[in-house]
């Protein structure tokens, strides 16, 4: 399915490097090029190197936090059409309005169904 | 302890031969006697021993038998103890009106005839036996409260308290007047068991569960009140939440991480992977996910008990939600070959609820019976009206429970036994969850079973259509809320557009409005006083309850508001709702001053449930807009309009409306400027927006990011106009006119 699909770039940031491994794994092959960081500055760094088409945004981030990433990168006219997906193991539904109030895309809750989060990244890159 | 101590009697004569046969003539009513030769004897006597009764000469030579009983009757100890007077004088009337007049007093004339006066003695000492014993139990209960580890407390029926323990001083180190302050107006409460917070001297602040029940007092009605100071239970119960619900989150991170790493496997991203691998993969997989529904289900009750769930309640349809949830356990149907069927009568009401949360109950409950009906068997799920309440039942022809069972099914942890049908199995905690959050929303779920006749799980919410439901339900909550200090703050409803409405509808908008401040706070609240000001459409409701009750209260009227709409069959567009709190503290004569400060609040407030949807017409040329308003108003949306370009911006930032139909040429900013100044402010970046334009725009000219902005000529063609707006406010016509 992915073969003649030009490789979307995704950010993964997680400060996690086993998050990083296997989503890094899984969405490369299912097509897709994955950049990654490990906390919200370079993250926030990165997004304006690489362009990415998608973000993939853990939440808990040491220097600068999930939210914060977000709400920067949503009031830079530069970076404000990339789509963010929270992926997070904070699940309360204050967290979830916070981050759609701060312009998320998207909220997916650890432990996270593969198949909804593919879906849902295509959704947002088509 | 249970016997009073020995009577004594004592016996006053200054002639010892007379007190030597009185002491013979009541020796056989076996009470110890002392005998004594004068008054001033007597009371020395009386001052270091306990005596029953007296039986004193008159005559005597130093003080007089008389005289000696005012003494004794001056004295606090001996104010009660009889005294019986022996005199030679029958006719010493005026002797006799003195004795008299001491009180608890008889007499008896010389000669004495023995069995009269064993008679007379024997029924003074009868009665002394009775009220020393009460003296003594009255004795042995204070002891018994003093030592109490609760704080007692016993306040008569003028609000007085008659008597407090050393638990209920330490617990409040407070004096009486304060300590009268902090209870009054609960403990009127009867019978009842509440919590307050209580502020002792030491400015800690201790939590108290209060207990009063009615009792009598010597002999009149008063208020038994304890006090369990619960403080260090509290903070433990807070601990254990907050530690379960810091570790569930800290557990979730790694089951992810093991979780996404199995499902990799399995998926075969690395490699083909055999059947057998698979299989035993599948084992990992599985309890990967039934850990994360154990931690999901965990974190829910432990959110549930700390009281920190928000619900988000609409108006549901209980068919619609029964329908989907049915959906999504076909699949499991099929598999285990049970039929599942889900019947809900026509005359069913909209539940007031948080539809996810409802769903929740209805997923557990249909997966419960899934657990434990074998193949073949039958699954119902219904939904009736009864007794003002919305009935729901689901239920299974499965192996059924036992009446011990039926009880214990909604403790947690309490999983049954599920292995026999190959269910999957469960966290313990379904049903548990569904009870709580049923109750929340002010219902109640049971289980009716029989062994081996299946099960009927049931639950009802409260009809919030129908007044008593909704009564019931708000005096149920409102019982429940905490009281707080006295402290007034104030709160606001505006309508929108009211002058439009007084416009349109005259006298019957003023009615409207008024019966609407009436239905709105009747029995919210006691100590809720409103006022119509009619001239702007606000109402203004003071209240001195306590601050963080107020989101109680607003959440009230809330419902009140819907269901008031509701019977009156209103469209929303007619009557949105504005509200605002002012968390002021203030005193009932302040109030007008904040009214000023509420009109401001309230116009900046965020838009609540249900308001009509808004469009924003920016247009230079007036007839336009008021071609646009005619069309909007008859499709029942709301229109703000804007003359410029400035207008344009501030209304869209002050109103944020659902839509902007925006001309490109305009006085002043132009209509390329606005949305880029739209764009920047998170508030109104989101808003949708049509360009109508007599010029010729093509999207070339508009930069990439407004490439999505739909773009319309003038002469506008209305079909086309409102299929992009019913596109763009997700609406569709049908739907516009009922709410």
């Keep these: ?126 | 302890m249970n016997k009073p101590k020995p009577m004594q009697i004592l016996l006053v004569d200054h002639d010892p031969s007379n007190l030597l046969s009185l002491e013979a003539m009541l020796e056989d009513l076996d009470h110890p006697m002392v005998r004594v030769n004068s008054g001033e004897e007597a009371l020395r006597i009386l001052q270091e021993q306990d005596i029953a009764l007296i039986l004193m000469d008159v005559h005597m030579s130093g003080i007089d038998g008389i005289e000696t009983a005012q003494l004794i009757r001056s004295r606090e100890a001996t104010l009660h103890t009889p005294i019986i007077f022996i005199t030679g004088e029958s006719g010493s009337e005026e002797i006799i009106r003195r004795a008299y007049a001491l009180g608890g007093v008889d007499y008896l004339i010389k000669p004495l005839v023995p069995e009269i006066l064993r008679d007379k003695v024997h029924t003074f000492m009868a009665k002394q036996y009775v009220a020393l014993s009460l003296i003594q139990s009255e004795r042995s209960l204070l002891r018994i409260l003093e030592q109490h580890t609760d704080g007692v407390l016993i306040v008569n029926d003028q609000d007085t308290i008659v008597y407090f323990n050393d638990q209920a001083g330490s617990l409040l180190k407070q004096s009486e007047d304060q300590l009268k302050k902090a209870l009054f107006g609960r403990a009127h409460q009867r019978d009842t068991i509440c919590e307050l917070e209580l502020v002792n001297a030491s400015e800690e602040l201790k939590i108290v569960e209060m207990r009063s029940m009615e009792i009598e007092w010597k002999g009149d009605p008063a208020l038994l009140i304890t006090l369990r100071d619960i403080t260090q239970e509290k903070k433990i119960n807070s601990m254990k939440t907050e530690f379960v619900s810091v570790a569930s989150h800290e557990l979730r991170t790694p089951l992810s991480n093991i979780t996404e790493a199995v499902s990799q496997v399995i998926d075969g991203l690395y490699g083909e992977v055999s059947q057998e691998q698979q299989a035993i993969l599948g084992i990992a997989h599985r309890n990967c996910k039934r850990l994360g529904r154990l931690i999901r289900d965990l974190l829910d009750i432990s959110r549930i008990e700390s009281g920190k769930v928000v619900f988000n309640r609409i108006f549901v349809d209980v068919g619609t939600l029964f329908l989907k949830v049915c959906d999504s356990f076909k699949e499991t149907a099929s598999e285990r070959k049970i039929e599942l069927i889900h019947e809900v009568g026509g005359d069913v009401p909209l539940a007031f609820a948080d539809a996810d949360r409802l769903e929740q109950v209805l997923v557990n409950l249909i997966g419960n019976a899934f657990k434990f009906t074998p193949s073949g068997g039958r699954i119902a799920v219904k939904a009736g009206i009864e007794g003002g309440c919305i009935r729901c039942v689901v239920s299974d022809t499965g192996i059924g429970m036992s009446p011990e069972q039926t009880e214990k099914i909604f403790e947690k942890f309490e999983s049954g036994n599920s292995a026999a049908h190959g269910g999957d199995s469960g966290t313990g905690l379904g049903l548990a969850i569904a009870q709580q959050l049923v109750r929340l929303h002010g219902g109640d779920l049971w289980a009716e079973s029989e062994l081996g006749q299946g099960s009927q799980l049931i639950f009802r919410l409260p009809d919030y259509q129908s007044e008593v439901g909704l009564l019931e339900c708000l005096a149920e909550r409102i019982a429940k809320a905490d009281a707080g200090h006295t402290r007034t703050s104030l709160m606001g409803i505006s309508l929108n557009e009211w002058p439009e409405l007084q416009a349109r509808y005259g006298a019957a908008a003023s009615l409207f409005f008024r019966k609407l401040g009436e239905v709105l706070t009747e029995g919210i609240h006691a100590e809720v006083n409103v006022w119509c000001l009619e001239d702007s459409g606000e109402l203004v409701i003071v209240s001195d309850a306590c601050v963080n009750r107020f989101p109680l209260i607003q959440q009230e009227i809330l419902y009140r508001y819907e269901k008031y709409r509701f019977l009156m069959n209103q469209k929303p567009m007619e009557f949105g709702l504005r509200l605002a709190t002012v968390c002021h503290p203030c005193d009932a004569a302040g109030a007008p001053q904040l009214r000023g400060l509420l009109r401001e609040r309230v116009s900046n407030a965020i838009l609540l449930v249900n308001t009509p949807k808004t469009v924003l017409i920016v247009d230079d040329e007036k007839h336009i807009v008021q071609l646009f308003e005619r069309y909007f108003q008859h499709k029942s949306i709301r229109v703000i309009k804007a003359y410029n370009g400035e207008q344009a911006l501030e209304l869209a930032a002050r109103d944020m409306p659902d839509l902007i139909l925006l001309d490109m040429v305009l006085p002043g900013i132009s209509g390329y400027e606005v949305i880029e100044c739209l764009k920047e402010k998170i508030g109104t970046s989101h808003i949708p927006k049509i360009i109508v334009t007599g010029t010729d725009v093509t999207r070339m000219k508009i930069d990439e990011g407004q490439i999505s902005i739909p773009v319309l000529r003038k002469p506008i063609e209305m079909d086309t106009l409102f299929a992009q707006v019913y596109k763009l406010l997700d609406m569709e016509e049908i739907e516009v006119s009922s709410p």
Aim: charged share 30%; proline share 5%.
């Design chain 1, 1 to 126: 399915m992915s073969a003649e699909k030009q490789a979307v770039r995704i950010l993964v940031v997680d400060d996690d490097s086993d998050v990083r491994l296997l989503l890094g794994g899984r969405l490369r092959r299912n097509g897709y090029e994955v950049v990654a960081a490990e906390d919200g500055e370079s993250a926030v760094q990165i997004v304006r190197q690489e362009n990415p088409a998608l973000i993939l945004l853990d939440l808990g981030l040491p220097k600068m936090d999930g939210f914060d990433v977000c709400r920067m990168l949503k009031a830079d006219p530069a970076t404000r059409r990339i789509p963010i997906i929270v992926l997070s193991a904070k699940s309360q539904q204050t967290d979830r309005d916070r981050a759609s109030a701060l312009g998320a895309d998207g909220y997916m809750a650890k432990p996270f169904d593969p198949g909804v989060l593919l879906e849902e990244i295509r959704n947002l890159t088509e």
